[in-house]
């Protein structure tokens, strides 16, 4: 977790890039000073030619329009400044090194940006307007070097020197105190920064905002410092935001998450089958969850046809031994698989259609319990012969958990066949079962079987001494 913070943050730190305070000769009538620092100040002839050269470089355009700065006419004009620094003012030398930051920053020499705006620190009469924004600048540079201390420091400094402190640096400041594994500040830090965003600077809050609060409660969860119940709670409302804000899969899947751990089956499913029809589910386990959680909710039709949409939506594997992709179904026609579904859809009561899937499953399976499934299936159905046939079928296949119980299902099957000594057979087979019960049942089944022999036998003679009477 605290990896993903810290590239998330440092992605973002090096997006706000640097503040840079051009140079201009307007100075404002009235010059106002926060402590020592006053708001505007005038650059001394000399170095207003140079710096005026240094933005013209800068800010070069080619025949076309387009941005193409001179960097090396800008460094050279510097660098001829900074030689004689000593016969500058303060003032002079502060924009000097505010341009430095910025190519140095450019270059991506952090460390030599960092130290061009610590000298403009230093010199006593930088303005406040320039102060504040190397502070800012500067903080951000020592969270990229992860020296998140002088970070949190810099920002303090800032807060305390600014008229009005943004979200945006509030933010900061949470991502700091997060990798100082300072849980609390940061999450009061993003907090503030949210409450900004929202109700004074009126837009809305980051993404990366949220998903810090979120990491926030679980790590003062796991440091006790919040109950559980609390914690889930927070998180619940964070990722209800994000799936709204942001409708990505992985707040739909943490979403459900906590509503599992919330014991919120109901909203689980809700939440997963939400990302199922933004079609944002990509993974067996995850269809396979939807479908199980609809099932034990009594939704057996939507779990069929979750199953369904898996089995058809491709999605590119890469092969280990290859290691090229390989397009494969979602969800794959493992035996699980198939007989999750013909359990659907027979709860569904659509048999014509679990039957056909409960086929394939027994055809694949290694053992013969999926034809016994199958077999009773059949029977249910009245569909005697192939009950025979898929019933024989898993007792060849063997390694059955009740072979007995499946012998009594397929003396059954003959016995509505009016196959009275198949029957019958079958029904002294699973009579040799050490179990009391099954022995009981088989022995009842084979009177039966003899009486219903006899009686369908009478009723057929009756029937030929009819016919040659009549």
Not at 234 to 241: A, N, P
Not at 296 to 324: D, M, S
């Amino acid at each position: 977790m605290k990896n993903l913070f810290r590239s998330l943050f440092l992605s973002c730190s090096l997006i706000l890039g640097v503040t840079v305070i051009t140079y201009s000769p307007e100075i404002e009538a009235q010059s106002r000073t926060k402590g020592d620092y006053k708001k505007a100040r005038v650059l001394s002839t000399k170095a207003a030619k140079i710096i005026t050269q240094v933005v013209e470089a800068l800010e070069r355009v080619d025949d076309e329009g387009k941005e193409n700065p001179d960097f090396a006419q800008a460094k050279r004009l510097l660098t001829e400044m900074e030689r004689d620094k000593d016969n500058f003012k303060s003032y002079d030398r502060s924009i000097m090194y505010n341009y430095w930051g910025y190519l140095y920053f450019n270059d991506e020499d952090y460390d030599k940006a960092m130290r061009s705006y610590e000298l403009l620190l230093n010199e006593p009469e930088v303005t406040l307007p320039l102060r504040t924004a190397s502070l800012y600048t500067l903080a951000q540079l020592y969270l990229v070097k992860e020296n998140y201390a002088k970070g949190i420091e810099l920002i303090l400094t800032w807060m305390d020197e600014v008229e009005n402190v943004t979200a945006q640096s509030y933010s900061l400041l949470a991502q700091a105190y997060f990798q100082t594994n300072n849980f609390q500040k940061s999450l009061d830090s993003m907090l503030e920064a949210v409450r900004l965003a929202e109700e004074v600077e009126g837009y809305k809050p980051k993404e990366n905002w949220y998903v810090l609060l979120a990491a926030c409660y679980s790590e003062l969860k796991d440091q006790k410092k919040v109950t559980e119940k609390i914690a889930l709670e927070k998180q619940r409302d964070i990722y209800e935001i994000l799936v709204n804000y942001y409708p990505k899969k992985l707040y739909f899947l943490q979403l459900g998450g906590v509503y599992g751990q919330m014991n919120r089956e109901v909203d689980y499913m809700i939440t997963l089958k939400a990302a199922f029809e933004k079609d944002l589910l990509d993974r067996e386990g995850e269809y396979l969850a939807l479908a199980q959680l609809l099932l034990l909710n009594k939704n057996p039709y939507w779990a069929a046809q979750v199953l369904v949409h898996g089995q058809n939506k491709k999605v590119a594997i890469k092969n280990e031994k290859t290691g090229k992709d390989e397009i494969q179904p979602v969800v794959k026609d493992t035996e699980k698989n198939l007989k999750l579904l013909a359990d659907a859809w027979r709860i569904a009561q659509e048999t014509d259609k679990a039957i056909p899937v409960l086929e394939k499953a027994a055809k694949i399976s290694e053992d013969g319990e999926t034809f016994i499934l199958l077999g009773n299936l059949y029977l249910v159905e009245d569909k005697l012969d192939d009950a025979v046939r898929a019933i024989n079928e898993g007792i060849k296949k063997g390694k059955l958990k009740k072979p007995s119980q499946a012998r009594l299902v397929l003396g059954q099957a003959y016995f509505e066949l009016e196959n009275f000594e198949e029957a019958k057979k079958q029904f002294r087979i699973a009579a040799r079962d050490e179990d009391s019960k099954v022995k009981k049942t088989a022995n009842n089944w084979i009177k039966y079987a003899e009486n219903e022999e006899v009686r369908v036998r009478s009723l057929a003679l009756r029937r030929e001494y009819i016919e040659q009477n009549s």
